[in-house]
């Protein structure tokens, strides 16, 4: 099992930036794929980027393309999301989640962290 813990979550004005940290520990994890999703109030839990740990290959949704940005750090252990041009609609609650393969669903990640919540004012 892995454990994520999601950090960076805030209240920032349209076109603000926030980053968002993951910390990964637990079971190896090096050849997991690292996810970013998010759920607003009254709607399903979304995809909205994540990377293969040992290659660091990168998918985003279409909604974030262009604005965020997806890392990881060996060293540290830690995903990052990096979110720029922050618009109303990227208002959520963000989480972490771990998955043996990548996958845009969500029910294909097993490991997930308790989730850091996002809010953007118009």
């Known amino acids: 099992q892995v454990q994520l813990v999601e950090s960076g979550g805030g209240l920032v004005q349209a076109g603000g930036s926030l980053r968002l940290s993951c910390a990964v520990s637990g079971r190896t994890f090096s050849s997991y794929a690292m996810g970013w999703f998010r759920q607003a109030p009254g709607k399903e839990r979304e995809f909205v980027a994540a990377?293969?740990?040992?290659?660091?290959?990168?998918y985003y949704a279409d909604s974030v393309k262009g604005r965020f940005t997806i890392s990881r750090h060996n060293g540290k252990n830690t995903v990052a999301l990096q979110m720029n041009s922050l618009k109303p609609e990227d208002t959520a609650v963000y989480y972490c989640?771990?998955?043996?393969?990548?996958?845009?669903?969500?029910?294909?990640?097993?490991?997930w962290g308790q989730g850091t919540q996002v809010t953007v004012s118009s």
């Open positions: 989640a771990a998955g043996r393969v990548f996958s845009w669903r969500s029910y294909d990640y097993d490991s």
């Open positions: 990377i293969i740990w040992s290659s660091g290959s990168t």
